[in-house]
């Protein structure tokens, strides 16, 4: 599967942005989706997580309460939508999936992801 990250951009402290995932390829009905952000000389972090089944959503603790992931399979799109934006949200966003046979999990570990968006990259401006 492809993924296309896209949705980044300039804004204020306190605003709310949506990125989009959009993927081709496959379907993802059967892969785990996931949202990770990078800023430069730091670690790729996870920010949120869906599972193939069951809508179950995982949130770093950094975004919990301020990040919703939601899903449409069958528009083969995952959506972060972002509120109250600060400026240490900034950072290069990533999406990225695994097939999930599990099909309840929602890993945290950038490394149990297969497929890479190319990151589209949010800046918060105070």
């Known amino acids: 599967v492809q993924l296309q990250a896209s949705g980044g951009g300039l804004v204020q402290v306190g605003d709310s942005l949506r990125l989009f995932c959009g993927a081709s390829?496959?379907?993802?009905?059967?892969?785990?989706m996931a949202w990770f952000r990078q800023v430069p000389g730091k670690e790729r972090e996870f920010v949120a997580g869906i599972a193939s089944r069951g809508g179950r959503t995982y949130y770093g603790d950094s975004v919990k309460g301020q990040f919703t992931i939601s899903r449409d399979n069958a528009k083969k799109t995952v959506v972060l939508q972002m509120t109250s934006l600060k400026p240490e949200d900034t950072a290069v966003y990533y999406c990225?999936?695994?097939?999930?046979?599990?099909?309840?999990?929602?890993?945290?570990?950038?490394?149990?992801?297969?497929?890479w968006g190319q990151g589209t990259l949010v800046t918060v401006s105070s």
């Open positions: 390829g496959r379907t993802i009905s059967t892969d785990v």
């Open positions: 990225a999936s695994k097939i999930s046979r599990v099909g309840l999990e929602v890993p945290t570990d950038r490394s149990r992801y297969d497929n």
